[in-house]
């Protein structure tokens, strides 16, 4: 999906999938507008880095997920990332987050960037489990177990 949205619809449950281009390299305005959520609806906005985080959350979206900055690839022994390669959201470039109400995760992924070499980085597959919530309006996001390295 290049900044383009549709309804997911499984089991008689339904979300709102926006997927966005890359917006560090590419930014131009119809990301911005694609970042439309319908009201009432769970959205997930699949964004190639963090740094729409802010128009997302302010859009209403539920979940954002994203990669690009490979988790910092060169990192501290901490696993502090030396480089983010980010414009805006740099705190955002690894890990999970929160931006207002909104969810986030930047997986580092399983590949590398211009540099071949990763550094207390492992490489990351991460699964997510979406459960309806039975009482409320809208699914709630709640992860089901820790990510898996």
């Known amino acids: 999906m290049v900044n383009e949205s549709a309804y997911v619809e499984r089991r008689g449950e339904r979300l709102w999938l926006t997927g966005l281009d890359d917006v560090h390299t590419f930014h131009t305005n119809l990301a911005d507008q694609a970042l ?3 009201p009432g609806e769970f959205g997930i906005a699949l964004v190639h880095s ?3 985080a802010a128009v997302a959350a302010a859009a ?4 954002y997920l994203c990669g690009h900055t490979h988790g910092g690839q060169i990192c501290l022994p901490d696993g502090t ?12 470039a690894k890990g999970s987050w929160r931006h207002g109400e909104m969810l986030g995760y930047t997986t580092p992924g399983v590949g590398v960037g211009e540099i071949p070499y990763r ?4 490489p990351e597959v991460t699964v997510f489990t979406l459960r309806a919530d039975a009482g409320g309006d809208k699914p ?3 992860p089901a177990s820790a990510p898996r390295s």
């Open 140 to 142: 709630q996001f709640k």
């Open 81 to 92: 990332p030396v480089v983010r390669e980010l414009k805006r959201h740099r705190g955002y």
């Open 60 to 63: 209403g979206y539920d979940l």
């Open 119 to 122: 550094f207390y980085c492992p």
């Open 50 to 52: 963090p740094e729409m």
């Open 36 to 38: 439309s959520l319908p």
